[in-house]
Each structure stands twice: as C-alpha cells, then as structure tokens.
C-alpha cells in the first residue's frame, strides 16, 4: 500500500513536472482522498458509484493539476454492477487509472480566501483513450485548505467504452462525473 501511495506521488509529480524546489516553495497542495462519483440515470435503471481514493496534486505557482484514480476503487452498491464495470466496460486490468493533468485556465490569488469560478484544460484519459477536456467547476481556497469541485458528463463513445446491447437502454450514453476534493499543503 505504501509504495503505491510513493509510486503514485511520483506519477503526478512527473505529470506536473515538479522538483523539490517547488516543494520546498510551498506552493503544492495534495490529497490521497478526493472524492470522485459518477451516475447513469435512464428509465430502466440508476447506476451510482463513488471512489474516495482519488488522488490529487495542484502546483498554486504554475497552475497545473494532475488528477489520478484507481479504477477498481469505484464502489457500487450493488457488487454485481461494481465486476460488470471493472470486467466488461471499463476494463480494470487493462486500464486501471483514470488520470487527468493540465492547468488552470485563469489566474488565483491563493493567498486569499475566496470562491472562484475555475476551469482546467487538459489531458483527460479513461479506458486508454485521451482526451482534451476543459473541466468547469469552483475553487474555494479557505485557509490553508484549496477545495475543488465539478459537474461534467463523458459520453462513453469519447472513450470507446461499448455496451452490449443486451444492456444498452440499462446504461446512459453519457455519464454524469461529479467531484469534490479538499487538498492541503503537501509535506514532504
């Protein structure tokens, strides 16, 4: 577990293309514990699920921002739903992140507390397939604490994820993603 927390810092710090001076600027703030949940709503049938694992890293200085999830960390309620979308759609064992790394389309003033209409544009990968996305959200720096939350839907054809058709009016064609992540300063 440890050296997947390490080797997971060390993905994003490579994604940021952050060094220890940046570090020791103090201009990182991270968590290891976002939250990330998604839902598909159609007549037949609501899915819902919820990971509380995703990690992120923001550099206050650059603006740049790297997003990373484990696919497999997803929770359903229903465990039949959770193996289907690990199995058949999202593919786990062969794509088993989610990542997103870009920057900030305008400039914070982190020194400040306030709430802020945000956007990032970036890289934005699920099931192997990347995507430039712009992702539109709030950013709400209270303190020493940076909280970011978005709305955002990803149709499933943008990543070529496929549904059977067996199950195809069961599952939306796009999903809606919602997000909520609280960061704090990052200590070495």
């Given at each position: ?10 993905f994003l710090m490579t994604i940021l293309g952050v060094g ?61 739903m959770q193996e289907h979308f690990n199995e058949n759609y ?99």
């Open positions: 577990m440890k050296r997947h927390i390490v080797l997971s810092v060390i220890g001076k940046t570090f020791a600027q103090g201009g990182m703030f991270a968590t290891a514990a976002g939250n990330t949940s998604f839902s598909s709503v159609t007549p037949m049938e609501n899915i819902f699920a919820e990971n509380k694992k995703t990690q992120v890293l923001l550099n206050t200085t650059t603006g740049e921002i790297a997003i990373r999830m484990t696919m497999r960390d997803f929770v359903f309620p229903n465990k039949l999202i593919e786990s064992a062969k794509f088993p992140t989610g990542t997103f790394s870009g920057k900030l389309d305008q400039t914070i003033d982190f020194t400040k507390d306030g709430s802020y209409d945000a956007s990032a544009t970036g890289n934005f990968t699920i099931h192997g397939v990347a995507k430039t996305r712009t992702l539109r959200g709030k950013l709400k720096v209270e303190g020493s604490k940076i909280t970011i939350s978005s709305d955002f839907e990803v149709a499933l054809t943008d990543h070529k994820i496929e549904v059977p058709q067996i199950v195809f009016v069961k599952i939306a064609q796009s999903i809606k993603v919602k997000s909520e992540y609280i960061l704090s300063p990052y200590k070495k």
